[in-house]
Every structure is written in C-alpha cells, then in structure tokens.
Nanobody
Framework: QVLLVESGGGLVQAGGSLRLSCVASGRTFSNYGMGWFRQAPGKEREFVAAIMWSGGSTTYADSVKGRFTISRDRAKNTVFLQMSSLKPEDTAVYYC?????????????????WGQGTQVTVSS
C-alpha cells in the first residue's frame, strides 16, 4: 500500500510558475512509474506527465511539453512537477498517482493510489 500527498498548488497569474510536490509513503516502488494528472471542472481527468521511479525516464502530454518538467528525489520519496509559462487552461486540480503495474504509463486506468489533489488556478 502506498499513500500519496500532493502540495504546492495555488493561484498564479498567466506566465507564472509553480512547483507541485507529491510525497509517497508506504511500500517501495522501484520499478513503478509515478504520474501527474489534472482534472478541470466538468472534464475528465487527463494525463500530464509521468516518470519512472528508477532510471528517471519521462513522458509528457503534448499540451505541457516544453513548459512542465517532472522529476523525483528518491531519497525523499518525492515527485515534483515544475510548471512554467502557465496558462489559464492549466487551471485544474492536480493529482499524483502510481502505476498499477511496473513500468511507465499514461492512461488514468493504469494508475492508482491517488492523492487528494492540489488546486492550481491560473488567472488571465
């Protein structure tokens, strides 16, 4: 069992930056992936970025490539999402999750152990 807790959300103007954190506790997960997803009001949860816990391979949604960076600190059991050049359409609740099976994934159904989420609001 793994427990994930997100933090770092807030209100920021368009063009600004935020860094989200996801602290993991519980069972180790060296061969699993960690991912960030987001859900705007009235919309489905969508993939943002994912990283392999070991090795550090990453993948991103096209909508955030070049603006967002996912990273992890294995010593602190923490995954980060550095968000820059934020746009109003990035406004959403951001969630982190762990893959249900070893490896990297991008689909919501391939992740579990969701955290409670952190709100990101980008004003125009």
């Amino acid at each position: 069992q793994v427990l994930l807790v997100e933090s770092g959300g807030g209100l920021v103007q368009a063009g600004g930056s935020l860094r989200l954190s996801c602290v993991a506790s519980g069972r180790t997960f060296s061969n699993y992936g960690m991912g960030w997803f987001r859900q705007a009001p009235g919309k489905e949860r969508e993939f943002v970025a994912a990283i392999m816990w070991s090795g550090g391979s990453t993948t991103y949604a096209d909508s955030v490539k070049g603006r967002f960076t996912i990273s992890r600190d294995r010593a602190k059991n923490t995954v980060f999402l550095q968000m820059s050049s934020l746009k109003p359409e990035d406004t959403a609740v951001y969630y982190c999750g762990r893959t249900l099976l070893p490896g990297l994934a991008t689909k919501v159904t391939e992740f579990g152990s969701w955290g409670q989420g952190t709100q990101v609001t980008v004003s125009s």
